[in-house]
Structure formats: C-alpha cells, structure tokens
C-alpha cells in the first residue's frame, strides 16, 4: 500500500519516494511485522486460550514433554497474520513474485488450521490423514509452481543452478519444473513440522534462513550483484526481501512467547506453513540447492525419522533412541535449552557456509 501511495504522492512531493525505496521497505515491514506479533501476543494467547485451543498431549516425544499439555496451540497464526498485515501495507502488491509466496501462505495457513483444529476438536494426534494432508500440500504446491513456470518471461525463471560454476544454469522442462518445485516445497513444509518439537527449535532457524534467502533476493535482483556473483538477474526478484523481512519481523515477535519455556506453540498452521515459504522462496528464486544447505538441519530431522521407520519395520531395531532427532539428544541427557541453542548455531553456519557457495563459481 505505502509503495503505492509512493507512487502517486511523488509528484506532490519528491520526498515521497523513500516510500518506494526497496531498503525502507524492508526495513519497515520487518519493524511492523516484529511489533504486530509482539503487541498482539498476549491477545492472540488468550483468545487461544478462551477457545480452549490447547495442546491436549504430546504426539511424538519423550514423557517429559506431558508436562507441556495444556499449553495454548496454533500460535502460528499470530506469525501469519503479522507477515501478512506488514506484506499488505509494504509490499509492491503488483509483483507476482509476491502474491505466489503469499498463496502458498494462506493455502498451507488453511491446511495447517485443519490439521491442528481437528486433533483439537477430537482430541486426537492424528488431525488429517496423512494422504488427504499430502494430497491438499501437493495441489497447493504444484498451482503455484505452474503458475510460475506459464508466467516465466526468461529462461532463468525455469531454470536449475547448480553449485560451484557459472554456466551450469539448465533450463528445465515444464513437467520437471512442476515435480522438482512441488517437492521442494512440500517436503520443506513437512520437514519444518518435524523439526518443531522442542520450544523455540524451528522457528529460529527459519527467521535465519529467512534472512538468507532474502539476500539472495536482493542480489538477484540488483543487476550489478549479479553480474559481479555470476548468478541470473531476476529484476523482480527483489521484492521478496521485503517479504523475508516480515518474515523475519513475524517470527522473532513470535519467538518472544514460545521461546523456552515456551507460552505458545505454533502448531501445524505455523510450521507446515513457514516450511513451505521457505520452500515457495527457494523456488522462485531459483536456488533450491542453496537452500537445501541452509536447511541441514531441518533435513537431518527429517532423514533420522525416515531411517528410524525403514529400520524397524525391516530389522526391528531402532537406530535412535527416538526420533526426530533432536529427542535421541533428550533421551541422552542433553537439556532442551542445549539442544535448542546447539541446533541455532548449526543452522547459522550452514547459512555462512550456503552463501559462500555463492562466489564459489
């Protein structure tokens, strides 16, 4: 709305075109954003809590974590409605860049509510089944990377970068796109709700990835960082650093009340839906191996939940002590704070360490 209002009042007054500044706007939706989800923190809990939307048991974690029932749940709606209150006033709403990230929000926003909503209301770990959830992920997914690939107006808007050399950049088939994309994004989606099982875990390292995607944003679209990284100029790619700025605002609010011991949870709304804009961001952005890296974490919980599952069903054995991850480390004697903070910090450099890659060519 303000980059708009930019637009018209410029030529009322020339100071008005800080208001179409990229930088401003970034900066202010981040600010908005954080003060939206700390200010409307102790109104959204105890609205949860009049609704008595409360985790009612634990789904997956050691017996310690019962302890944790009771606690109010679905959280995550007060990251998604900060987001997209600071989108809506400070994002350019004419860039479709834009609105695919933000139908990629409210899609998996709905399937998150339902998910959560229904264990709720039947008190029951079970919410969705697990393909009708998969199903509704993939056709959310799969409508935005379609549109992405009808509306691509070059050839690097479709295609694969790899790591470590300026010319493998491959242009992708349309099917290709569709499957690589919806995977992206679904499996992210999912392996951010795995990752959120101890307070303040997942969120932190979103807010960080966050931050590095949109510094990938503003480089893609900046024709000279381009150039200088050797990466494809996407002029309205950076558009989504303001978006990853209300993302970061959102999530650093949030994680004023769930940090441990935590006020909040987030609830399937909140992590099915930040997983699948981070996913929605490598996508458009064209750097999902990036992302892969930046992530190692939220794929590491993934990967030890799908090895714990293979390994019992073909040896009866099990490889952790309990899976996700991150309760093997519980179940060890490593306090939750410990994890919690240990997982931030490997997150951090994984970022350093995804970013590099980008001079590496």
Not at 244 to 267: D, E, H, K, R
Request: with cysteine; glycine share 10%.
């Amino acid at each position: 709305m303000f980059e708009y209002l930019g637009t018209i009042l410029v030529d009322v007054d020339p100071g008005f075109d800080v208001l179409r500044y990229l930088t401003v706007r970034t900066i202010a939706g981040t600010v908005t954003a954080l003060l939206l989800s700390i200010l409307l923190g102790p109104m959204m809990i105890k609205m949860l809590e009049r609704f008595q939307l409360r985790q009612f048991g634990v789904e997956r974690g050691p017996d310690s974590h019962q302890q944790k029932s009771g606690t109010p749940t679905m959280g995550g709606l007060l990251i998604v409605s900060s987001l997209l209150l600071s989108i809506l006033l400070w994002g350019d709403l004419s860039n479709r860049y834009l609105w695919v990230c933000l139908f990629v929000t409210v899609g998996f926003t709905v399937i998150g509510f339902l998910d959560d909503f229904l264990k709720i209301r039947y008190q029951d770990s079970k919410g969705l089944s697990g393909k009708l959830k998969l199903l509704v992920q993939t056709l959310v997914a799969a409508s935005a990377v379609t549109f992405l690939y009808l509306t691509a107006e070059n050839k690097a808007e479709i295609s694969l970068i790899l790591l470590f050399n300026k010319d493998w950049i491959f242009e992708m088939s349309m099917a290709a796109f569709i499957v690589f994309g919806t995977f992206v994004i679904v499996g992210s989606s999912n392996a951010v709700n795995l990752t959120d099982g101890l307070d303040g875990l997942a969120i932190l390292p979103t807010v960080l990835i966050g931050g590095g995607l949109g510094l990938i944003a503003y480089a893609m679209g900046n024709q000279l960082i381009a150039d200088y990284l050797f990466i494809p100029h996407l002029p309205i790619a950076g558009e989504l650093i303001v978006f990853c700025g209300a993302l970061i605002g959102s999530g650093i609010g949030f994680l004023w009340y769930n940090t441990y011991p935590a006020q909040v949870f987030m609830g399937d709304v909140g992590s099915l839906t930040l997983g699948a804009i981070l996913g929605v961001l490598a996508v458009v952005l064209r750097h999902e191996i990036v992302y892969a890296i930046m992530a190692g974490v939220f794929i590491v919980e993934t990967l030890s939940v799908m090895i714990q599952v293979t390994s019992y069903r073909l040896f009866k054995k099990r490889v952790f002590l309990m899976a996700p991850i991150h309760h093997h480390f519980e179940l060890k004697g490593w306090a939750e704070p410990k994890i919690i903070v240990r997982f931030w910090i490997i997150t951090l450099v994984l970022i350093l360490i995804a970013l590099a890659t980008l001079k590496l060519r």
